[in-house]
């Protein structure tokens, strides 16, 4: 069973920076993709970034410059590092890991349940 577990968030004022740490447990197969994605209030799941077990990155256009994501295959666990936090970086942050067992199987999605980062002005 693959569970995804994340942690970091909090309550910080605008400026500040904070990062955001997921730790998957359970047989990971390798090559897979982590990445964090968040959610504000009455808006849609969104892709915030995203790294291949290669090493390979992807943001979105808004937080290219001020996210960065991070990973350490041998301890299954990414991280996103929040520079200049913005009032409307507020969102809860989940990740994702994405992984086929095999190569003849499709890729499976596995979130975590999510941690709220709060960005006052």
């Known amino acids: 069973q693959v569970q995804l577990v994340e942690s970091g968030g909090g309550l910080v004022q605008a400026g500040e920076s904070l990062s955001v740490s997921c730790v998957a447990s359970?047989?990971?197969?390798?090559?897979?993709?982590m990445g964090w994605y968040r959610q504000a209030p009455g808006k849609q799941r969104e892709l915030v970034a995203t790294?291949?077990?290669?090493?390979?990155?992807n943001y979105a256009d808004s937080v290219k410059g001020r996210f960065t994501i991070s990973r350490d295959n041998a301890k299954n666990t990414v991280t996103l590092q929040i520079d200049s936090l913005k009032p409307e970086d507020t969102a809860v942050y989940y990740c994702r890991l994405t992984m086929s067992m095999s190569i003849v199987m499709p890729r499976k999605d596995y979130w975590g349940q999510g941690t709220q980062v709060t960005v006052s002005s």
């Open positions: 359970g047989i990971i197969f390798s090559p897979n993709t």
């Open positions: 790294i291949t077990s290669g090493g390979n990155t």
